[in-house]
């Protein structure tokens, strides 16, 4: 009787831990999209998480922030030039001052030679 009842309970927490195991598993591949995301330092991990977790489960939901999550960034372009189209001195040079009327390089003396043609 009491061997029969342990059996019983051994049984059942097999069962329940093999239920906790497919859902960590199941859990595990839903959010393979994100992981993959955040894995590869995508700028917009956080939009695939929202997708993964929201449409995941309607399976072209989870297509589409598998496949968003495995394309490349595009590259970062840096526009060196003003708002003139003038190519902009190198940043990081000490004194670089741009004009906030109208962009154009101010040089040491803070003074736009474009605004204020006088005192420059
Ligand atoms: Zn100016």
Redesign the pocket.
């Known amino acids: 009787m009491l061997s029969s009842l342990l059996m019983l309970v051994e049984s059942n927490s097999d069962a329940g831990a093999s239920a906790v195991g497919l859902l960590i598993v199941t859990l595990a591949l839903y959010f393979v999209p994100s992981l993959v995301g955040t894995m590869k330092k995508k700028r917009n991990a956080g939009a695939i998480f929202a997708v993964n977790l929201f449409l995941g489960w309607t399976v072209i939901g989870w297509i589409v922030a598998m496949v968003w999550a495995l394309t490349n960034d595009a590259p970062v372009v840096q526009v060196n030039q003003n708002y003139y189209g003038q190519p902009a001195p190198p940043a990081g040079s000490v004194g670089d001052r741009f004009?906030?009327?109208?962009?154009?390089h101010?040089g040491s003396r803070g003074i736009?030679?474009?605004?204020?043609p006088a005192l420059a």
Not at 99 to 104: D, H, K, P, T, Y
């Open positions: 004009c906030q009327r109208c962009g154009a101010m736009c030679p474009r605004c204020t």
